[in-house]
């Protein structure tokens, strides 16, 4: 039985429901909620960024927010999560379901196609965190510039309690970070109200013509700049990876109640344009 079904199968509901989705904001949502730290920075500064101009800044808003809808809430949330393995998700378990009487060629495809993702999987396991506390450890340099030489060992000591503090299991992590997570969206969400309310015309950047526009304009700099947007999605894969642990509709539920709409109001937030 999914852990997120309540005794007898039943999906979860009530208070039930509302714990577990609390308990999934702290383990699923921890790198893609993250991602605003460094994601539309990334676009603008990176290796292959663009200009900073308004018609920059409406396309890459445009395309991160297609990108949250289409690959995360349409792909992950409504389509891959119908996919699972007697309630659990993930490129693993997924493997497990090819079964070892399924001879021939079309089975050593299947199986090489499952180990290719599962190594995209832990490559992505290795990276993800890393990112993620780097970017939010660097914020202490728009603080003091005497903290530079501390970022790097101040984040291998997050990593290293975080990991160590993991092996308690799902349960113990998701009671303690889902409150730290709830109050993490609520801050960037005020933060991403603020922006919009000084330049609320980077609404307009939800109309995909933007987006379209952008490629149109910039060409090859244009696609290679999906490099850095597709930073807005890293972790999105959690949602399915955690299934077992806390069922579809809790992750559901956070998704669209507070992660998605605090991720789209902080990024439109960050854009400024006259």
């Given at each position: 039985?999914?852990?997120?079904?309540?005794?007898?199968?039943?999906p979860a509901?009530?208070?039930?429901?509302?714990?577990?989705?609390?308990?999934?904001?702290?383990?699923?949502?921890?790198?893609?909620?993250?991602?605003p730290?460094?994601?539309?920075?990334?676009?603008?500064?990176?290796?292959?960024?663009?200009?900073?101009?308004?018609?920059?800044?409406?396309?890459?808003?445009?395309?991160?927010?297609?990108?949250?809808?289409?690959?995360?809430?349409?792909?992950?949330?409504?389509?891959?999560?119908?996919?699972?393995?007697?309630?659990?998700?993930?490129?693993?378990?997924?493997?497990?379901?090819?079964?070892?009487?399924?001879?021939?060629?079309?089975?050593?495809?299947?199986?090489?196609?499952?180990?290719?993702?599962?190594?995209?999987?832990?490559?992505?396991?290795?990276?993800t965190?890393?990112?993620?506390?780097?970017?939010?450890?660097?914020?202490?340099?728009?603080?003091?510039?005497?903290?530079?030489?501390?970022?790097?060992?101040?984040?291998?000591?997050?990593?290293?309690?975080?990991?160590?503090?993991?092996?308690?299991?799902?349960?113990?992590?998701?009671?303690?970070?889902g409150?730290?997570?709830?109050?993490?969206?609520?801050?960037?969400?005020?933060?991403?109200?603020?922006?919009?309310?000084?330049?609320?015309?980077?609404?307009?950047?939800?109309n995909?013509?933007?987006?379209?526009?952008?490629?149109?304009?910039?060409g090859?700099?244009?696609?290679?700049?999906l490099?850095?947007?597709?930073?807005?999605?890293?972790?999105?894969?959690?949602?399915?990876?955690?299934?077992?642990?806390?069922?579809?509709?809790?992750?559901?539920?956070?998704?669209?109640?507070?992660?998605?709409?605090?991720?789209?109001?902080?990024?439109?937030?960050?854009?400024?344009?006259?």
């Amino acid at each position: 039985m999914s852990h997120g079904a309540a005794p007898g199968g039943t999906p979860a509901r009530g208070r039930a429901l509302a714990a577990l989705s609390l308990a999934a904001l702290g383990v699923v949502y921890g790198d893609i909620g993250t991602s605003p730290l460094y994601a539309l920075k990334e676009c603008f500064t990176g290796a292959h960024s663009i200009p900073l101009t308004n018609d920059n800044v409406f396309g890459v808003l445009s395309l991160i927010f297609w990108s949250l809808n289409f690959i995360v809430s349409f792909k992950y949330i409504l389509c891959v999560m119908k996919a699972d393995n007697r309630g659990e998700g993930g490129i693993v378990a997924l493997l497990a379901l090819i079964r070892p009487r399924q001879e021939g060629h079309s089975r050593w495809v299947l199986v090489t196609l499952g180990l290719i993702g599962a190594a995209l999987l832990y490559g992505d396991g290795v990276i993800t965190p890393a990112i993620s506390v780097l970017g939010a450890v660097e914020g202490l340099k728009v603080a003091t510039s005497s903290l530079d030489h501390l970022v790097w060992v101040i984040t291998i000591g997050i990593l290293v309690v975080l990991f160590m503090f993991q092996g308690h299991g799902s349960t113990r992590v998701g009671r303690v970070f889902g409150p730290i997570m709830i109050v993490w969206f609520i801050s960037i969400t005020l933060l991403g109200l603020g922006g919009i309310a000084r330049y609320p015309s980077v609404l307009r950047a939800m109309n995909p013509w933007y987006a379209v526009e952008f490629f149109l304009r910039d060409g090859v700099q244009g696609f290679l700049i999906l490099g850095s947007v597709v930073l807005v999605v890293t972790g999105g894969e959690a949602l399915y990876a955690d299934m077992g642990h806390f069922g579809k509709r809790p992750i559901r539920v956070a998704w669209f109640s507070l992660v998605l709409p605090a991720l789209m109001i902080n990024y439109f937030g960050q854009g400024r344009c006259s």
